[in-house]
């Protein structure tokens, strides 16, 4: 294509909701006078010339294209060799008249002269034959003809946006059009991604983000699918074309700045409009419809637009009112009015803090009140941390020196430019061919499923994994959240059969990026966006067992399960075994952020097939990270990205050519190797070792794999370090051993040194959290059951023999943790100890004793992995895991687990009195520790304050409340068990009320009909009774109500709380007889006078005071 423009600014993107017409698209404005001249140094400066030589230039030109125009009814087109020329540009656009502006056209000095050929003058547009000058004009490629802009018809949006962009693209007229299709087919593909690149204005690398990246290699990565949209013919409101492309990102580009304040999607018509209008955004993309383009980012704009809360403190019908108001702006496509008013409130919201460290109690609560244990977790102990503001300056050691740097400068070092591919690294031959119908298997059901395990804060639109969650699972919106999780599955499999253009999916793969504090260093955490993360779960569990075909079992860390464990395993039987003489465990550089990308989605089509395509989609193009709480932003060219589920299943195959190179390279001498992600493991003597470690430091690099050997060690055999100091001058050597993947590989006295800096470091977490207990008991009870406790859970599965360290942390958790909950000033008594360690189910708290479980855990680790270590220890190249026997192992180890508490409290039971044994009974009822079990989420309001849960506890082991009075207004002594039977004061009857009141409520939102408190039953009027019967005309039952058991039937029930410890019902031999003897006592009251006069059907509902009832 030639065109006259000017050459200053050939790269220049068209300005988001340009209204520019045609003409300025296609000739640009000049540059100002106070603009430096800034021409391409590629082009070359030739001295003014006259406008005679002018005129003959483009003559030689054009007779040059005629020669040459034969070619064109040929599939293959070969354009002729050309120079590039400048020639003057006037301030108005025109050629010939400013000397100190230039342009750029397409000469070739050797073309015969034509200078007479007055009919087919260049001057002259070849459609009008006026003035070619006059306006904007384009030459095409195939006849050489020119022309006004304005009189040709067969330039579309798309194509405008090429030709501002790069004057070479490709253009032909309507008569080369129709003599050449599959020229044009192949011009219009190429010149499309230019397109992408300029209105879309995505930056293209973290050093200067308005140069694109340069390809340096040619990888065999699959083209990009054709489509049957075009978004210059697309319609959405009051927009048209490029105007909702424009309109779409200018409105993407601020809401990804916004801070998050989202409110909840309501439920009635407003919520379910909202769920449709996000079905249709997802729709437009998996039907390739017009609107393709800019779907993917209508869907993640649409939440941040249209729930803005309107105020700090607004309510659910402000929410509605504004969200039915701006989803008639979103159909109309007033994307204006939309930002404005976000904008309006963004402005108004506080700056939020960054989040410190000595405000981590308030962080911890606030995270355990909405549910997330794992995030509240991160505030306790060493592992606090903080976010990191980016123009601060940080101190890193690097190779023994203490660097100073800008965490914006780190940030950046860290997600580097991207390294070309070796012609050694990309696998040849032929690929299998995966069949489309594999991903049927993703249906609306799975995404449904996979949003409910999804966690996690919110990506760059702002919508976290519970606002997905409630649109795709929540029964309140009916058949909408079923449509949407249909598209979505709809959605995965396109993304998982067919390649996509990537500048379509360029919001999907967003994300947020965190700085967090490392001390010392940057930790840099992102945040994808919830849909990818869904999505890519989905994918993940479909394709499963390919990817675990491909890695497993020398690559752990895809998905096995166990598979940390079982390498830990492995790598400790390797090194007990006497033929071995060393162990080395590397750790390479900026692992994930410097894998090369583009080898990997070449290599990944021959690993894995059956996920190339999404992976390819999701990592063909640099993914944006936005810099949360700033308006910077850079990006993802190498690596995988955080926040994204497919990210570990593409690193580890992408390292499997290099573990195949080395493992083929290292096959005679003996050594054995296992991967975690970037972590390898490798074993044998010390040569051979010293072979694979050379193999992997020559290999790596081509894969993006840097062996890092100031954070690699080798654990060697007593007497072998001196030996193996000259065969590996630059890793750290060891005799005593070292930590791997969380546990310790070495002597007994390493694994002493390290389990003792563990136990340590736990016993300050437990001082933390037993601080925490003080103020809010049952958060910090929940966060150290779900929390806490996995820490050491974990250590003590992966690392025998350390049950004698473990009794430090158990007497921590004694002296400090336990008194706390309990509001006690003293520790417990060995009995009660005895019955905390035992599982909730079984009537404790599970405070389990550490020294009495960690060798028995260890033990059923080592069953439950049994298989894949034994595949990793013999070397094998395929892993088929036997579910079956897996299935057969943890049944058994669940049984033995079960077993051995039942010992511990059968052994208890024996010691204890007949009071207690009873009140162990009672809070080992099913239910009677459902309240101790659940999460405290506020939004379910399961939050007990300070002095409910302390009084909970107190009542569950009939211990003495705190801050009770010592005697009872009835004179007597104020015991539990006297506060749960005494009638002065009216406890009593309030517990009854209250329980008769909440099943009411729970009746009628159960939809019975005609519920009613406390009705008086019919008179007897002489009906004869058996004896026993309540017979007394005033005589009332607690709660009526119809359509409980059938449908307009009417059904009674009368409430009855006992006590279990009272001296009436301690003559009973056990729990349940005590059930059974009230029951049949209300029936003996009730049941014959309601079935033969109210013509009803009589139920007795009876509870106890520790959380149980029993209905019939």
Same mark, same amino acid.
């Given at each position: ?9 050939? $790269?220049? !993107? @068209? %300005?988001?909701?340009?209204?520019? &017409?045609? +003409?300025?698209?296609?000739? *640009? /404005?000049?540059?100002? =006078? ?51 020329? $400048?020639? !003057? @540009? %006037?301030?108005?656009?025109?050629? &010939?008249? +400013?000397?100190?502006?230039? *342009? /750029?056209?397409?000469? =070739? ?55 501002? %962009? ?947």
């Amino acid at each position: 294509m030639q065109t006259r423009s000017k050459a200053a600014e050939p $790269e220049q !993107p @068209l %300005s988001p909701g340009s209204e520019a &017409g045609l +003409d300025e698209m296609i000739v *640009q /404005e000049p540059l100002s =006078d106070d603009e430096p001249d800034n021409v391409s140094e590629k082009t070359q400066h030739i001295p003014e010339q006259p406008a005679s030589e002018q005129k003959a230039m483009l003559m030689q030109t054009r007779a040059q294209h005629r020669a040459t125009a034969a070619e064109l009814n040929e599939v293959s087109y070969k354009p002729t060799e050309e120079l590039f020329v $400048e020639l !003057p @540009l %006037s301030k108005s656009g025109n050629i &010939g008249e +400013d000397p100190e502006r230039t *342009q /750029e056209i397409n000469v =070739d000095h050797d073309a015969p002269d034509v200078e007479n050929d007055e009919e087919n003058d260049p001057w002259l547009c070849f459609a009008c034959k006026e003035d070619l000058w006059s306006s904007g004009s384009v030459g095409c490629d195939g006849c050489s003809e020119w022309f006004h802009v304005g009189c040709v018809c067969n330039i579309s949006e798309e194509q405008r946006a090429i030709l501002a %962009s790069d004057e070479e693209s490709p253009w032909f007229c309507s008569d080369c059009k129709d003599r050449t299709p599959s020229l044009l087919s192949q011009a219009l593909t190429e010149g499309r991604d230019k397109a992408n690149d300029v209105l879309l204005s995505t930056p293209k690398s973290n050093s200067d983000l308005t140069e694109p990246v340069t390809n340096y290699v040619e990888c065999n990565i699959p083209p990009v699918g054709t489509s049957n949209g075009d978004i210059a013919k697309a319609k959405w409101g009051k927009l048209r074309g490029l105007d909702i492309l424009s309109g779409v990102n200018a409105a993407y580009k601020k809401v990804v700045k916004w801070q998050r304040n989202i409110f909840q999607v309501p439920s009635g018509k407003a919520g379910k409009a909202f769920i449709e209008e996000l079905t249709k955004a997802v729709n437009y993309f998996t039907a390739s419809s017009n609107l393709e383009a800019v779907a993917m980012t209508m869907t993640m704009i649409l939440p941040p637009l249209l729930l803005q809360k309107p105020s700090k403190n607004s309510k659910s019908k402000d929410h509605v009112l504004h969200l039915e108001k701006r989803l008639e702006w979103w159909r109309n496509g007033d994307l204006d009015l939309l930002v404005k008013e976000g904008d309006a409130i963004q402005k108004r919201l506080l700056r939020r803090k960054v989040s410190r460290a000595d405000n981590k109690e308030k962080m911890f609560i606030r995270l355990m009140l909405l549910g997330k244990v794992s995030a509240a977790m991160r505030w306790v102990g060493e592992h606090s941390t903080s976010v990191l503001d980016i123009n601060s300056v940080t101190e890193t050691v690097v190779d023994g020196r203490v660097v100073k740097q800008k965490v914006i400068d780190t940030l950046k070092e860290k997600h580097p430019d991207p390294e070309p591919s070796q012609e050694d690294s990309l696998l040849q031959g032929p690929k299998d061919k995966v069949e489309d119908v594999i991903y049927q298997n993703i249906e609306g059901e799975l995404i449904e499923r996979c949003a409910k395990q999804i966690s996690g804060s919110a990506g760059p639109s702002g919508l976290d994994s519970d606002g997905w969650k409630r649109i795709l699972c929540s029964k309140q919106f009916g058949p909408a959240s079923r449509e949407l999780c249909n598209a979505i599955a709809d959605l995965s499999r396109r993304l998982s059969s067919h390649y996509i253009n990537p500048h379509y999916l360029h919001a999907y793969i967003a994300c947020r990026l965190v700085p967090l504090d490392k001390k010392p260093g940057v930790r840099p955490v992102g945040i994808g966006e919830v849909l990818r993360r869904i999505i890519g779960k989905a994918i993940m569990l479909v394709t499963k067992n390919d990817i675990l075909n491909a890695t497993a079992p020398l690559q752990v860390c895809a998905g096995l399960s166990g598979g940390a464990e079982a390498a830990i395993h492995a790598i400790r039987s390797m090194y007990e075994d006497d033929k071995i003489e060393a162990i080395i465990l590397v750790d390479a550089d900026n692992a994930f952020n410097r894998l090369n990308r583009q080898t990997a989605l070449h290599n990944i089509q021959y690993i894995c097939p059956e996920i190339a395509p999404y992976i390819v989609n999701t990592y063909r193009t640099p993914a944006r990270l936005f810099i949360s709480n700033t308006d910077e932003e850079i990006l993802s060219q190498e690596g995988v990205t955080q926040g994204d589920n497919s990210a570990m299943a593409k690193y580890s195959c992408s390292l499997m050519p290099l573990i195949n190179i080395v493992a083929m390279k290292c096959a005679d001498n003996n050594t054995k190797q296992v991967w975690y992600a970037d972590d390898a493991a490798s074993s044998g003597k010390l040569n051979g070792i010293k072979q694979w470690w050379d193999q992997l430091q020559q290999n790596g690099p081509m894969f993006g794999y840097f062996p890092k050997p100031s954070k690699t060690w080798l654990i060697v055999k007593p007497g072998l370090k001196e030996r193996a100091a000259k065969l590996f001058p630059d890793v750290k050597i060891t005799d005593e051993g070292h930590k791997y993947l969380g546990s310790f590989i070495g002597t007994p006295e390493g694994m002493d040194n390290f389990i003792n800096n563990k136990v340590s470091d736990w016993m300050k977490e437990v001082d933390d959290i037993s601080d925490i207990a003080k103020r809010e008991p049952q958060l910090a009870y929940s966060g150290y059951i779900y929390g806490l406790s996995k820490r050491w859970n974990y250590v003590c599965r992966t690392t025998p023999g350390i049950s004698y360290q473990m009794k430090r942390l158990d007497y921590k958790i004694r002296e400090s943790f336990i008194p706390a909950i309990l509001n006690r000033a003293y520790s417990c008594t060995d009995v009660n100890r005895r019955i905390f360690a035992l599982p909730a189910r079984d009537g404790g708290l599970s405070l389990y004793n550490l020294s009495e479980t960690s060798d028995m855990e260890y033990q059923f680790s080592c069953q439950a992995t049994s298989g894949l270590t034994e595949a990793i220890l013999n070397e094998h190249t395929e892993y088929h895991e036997d579910f079956q026997r897996t299935k057969d192992i943890k049944e058994q180890i669940t049984k033995t687990r079960k077993q051995f508490f039942k010992c511990k409290r059968d052994e208890l039971v024996s010691e204890l009195s007949p009071a207690q044994k009873l009140q162990l009974d009672l809070a080992s009822e099913k239910g009677a520790s459902s309240w101790l079990t659940t999460l405290p989420v506020k939004e379910f309001g399961y939050v007990l304050n300070k002095q409910e849960f302390n009084d909970a506890l107190a009542l569950r082991y009939n211990m003495n409340m705190k801050d009770a009075p010592r005697q009872c207004f009835c004179g007597e002594t104020n015991t539990v068990n006297h506060l749960l039977m005494c009638k002065t004061g009216g406890y009593v009857h309030l517990r009854h009320d209250s329980l008769r009141d909440v099943f009411a409520e729970l009746m009628r939102n159960a939809g019975c009909k005609d519920v009613h408190t406390e009705p008086n039953l019919l008179k007897t009027d002489g009906v004869q009774l058996p004896a026993g019967s309540n017979t007394k005309d005033d005589a009332r039952v607690d709660i009526s109500a119809r359509s409980f058991w059938n449908p307009l039937e009417r059904a009674l029930f009368d409430v009855r709380v006992l006590h279990p410890q009272a001296p009436s019902n301690r003559s009973h031999k056990d729990i349940p007889s005590m059930y059974q003897h009230h029951e049949n006592e209300k029936k003996r009251h009730y049941n014959a006078r309601i079935l033969q006069i109210e013509k009803a059907t009589f139920s007795p509902l009876v509870f106890t005071t520790i959380y149980r009832w029993n209905g019939t």
